[in-house]
C-alpha cells in the first residue's frame, strides 16, 4: 500500500467537474468517471451529487424521448448554474416558481 495522500482538504465540486458529471450522466462515459476518481473523487459522492444537480433516472429517461440540449446553464434570475433542458431554459427551477 502506497500512502500518497498529502492534503487532507475536501474535495470541491467545481463548474467544471459539474460539466464533467453532466457529461458522464447523459453519456455514460467511463473516461469521465476515471478522471473524477482520479482526482480524487469517490463514485458515491459523484452520484450524490449528479443527483443534487437533478439528475435521476426520471430525468434520464426524459432526456432519451426528447433528445434536448442538456447542459449546466447560469440562470437569468439569479446567476446560479442549474441543470438546463435547452437554450431557452435559461431560469433555474427555484426562479421560476418565483414568477
Ligand atoms: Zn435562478
Known amino acids: 500500500m502506497t500512502q500518497a495522500r498529502a492534503k487532507t482538504e475536501p474535495l470541491s465540486f467545481t463548474a467544471s467537474i459539474d460539466d464533467c458529471i453532466v457529461e458522464w450522466f447523459l453519456k455514460d462515459k467511463n473516461e469521465i468517471i476515471k478522471k473524477l476518481k482520479s482526482m480524487g473523487f469517490r463514485r458515491s459522492a459523484v452520484i450524490d451529487r449528479a443527483r443534487e444537480l437533478g439528475l ?12 434536448p440540449k442538456v447542459a449546466m446553464r447560469a440562470c437569468l434570475g439569479c446567476a446560479e448554474r442549474f441543470l438546463s433542458v435547452g437554450v431557452q431554459n435559461r431560469l433555474c427551477p427555484r426562479c421560476k416558481n418565483r414568477s
Do not use: I, T
Not at 56 to 67: I, M, P, T, V
Open 56 to 67: 435521476s433516472e426520471q430525468f434520464l429517461k426524459w432526456c432519451a424521448l426528447g433528445n
